[in-house]
């Protein structure tokens, strides 16, 4: 559910633009970091494992001070923000407010 949920809120910052959106690595380690009851070294092991074993997510090198990270494909990033709306209690509401 955190990457589904970091996946939507990527998407949110991409409307209107081609390809998948960077995702800069301090933003992802929040991500990760609320599930490891706020461990930055467990974060760190987890980002590790989902670029380099799962392929979650392909680093892109640094840009500024941080490194980026984007989705494999921008069909699965759309896929993954999908499923976090999929699971909100206000689905429909929210479909047609994005829609609009």
Same mark, same amino acid.
Request: aromatic share 8%; charged share 20%; with cysteine.
């Given at each position: 559910? #955190?990457? &589904? *949920? !970091?996946? =939507? @809120?990527?998407?949110?910052? *991409? #409307?209107?633009?081609?390809?998948?959106? /960077?995702?800069?690595?301090?933003?992802?380690? $929040?991500?990760?970091?609320? %599930?490891?009851? $706020? /461990?930055?070294?467990?974060? /760190? %092991? @987890? !980002?590790?494992?989902?670029?380099?074993?799962?392929? !979650?997510?392909?680093? &892109?090198?640094?840009?500024?001070?941080?490194?980026?990270?984007? =989705?494999?494909?921008?069909?699965?990033?759309?896929?993954?923000? @999908?499923?976090?709306?999929?699971?909100? *209690? /206000?689905?429909?509401?929210? #479909? #047609?407010? %994005?829609?609009?």
């Amino acid at each position: 559910k #955190v990457i &589904q *949920n !970091l996946a =939507f @809120a990527t998407h949110a910052t *991409n #409307v209107g633009k081609e390809g998948v959106a /960077d995702i800069p690595e301090g933003v992802l380690l $929040n991500y990760l970091r609320q %599930l490891l009851a $706020n /461990d930055t070294a467990k974060a /760190d %092991l @987890a !980002l590790h494992y989902i670029e380099e074993r799962a392929g !979650l997510l392909i680093g &892109q090198g640094e840009s500024g001070l941080q490194r980026q990270y984007t =989705f494999p494909h921008r069909t699965f990033q759309e896929f993954l923000a @999908a499923c976090h709306l999929a699971g909100q *209690n /206000d689905f429909c509401s929210t #479909v #047609v407010r %994005l829609a609009r």
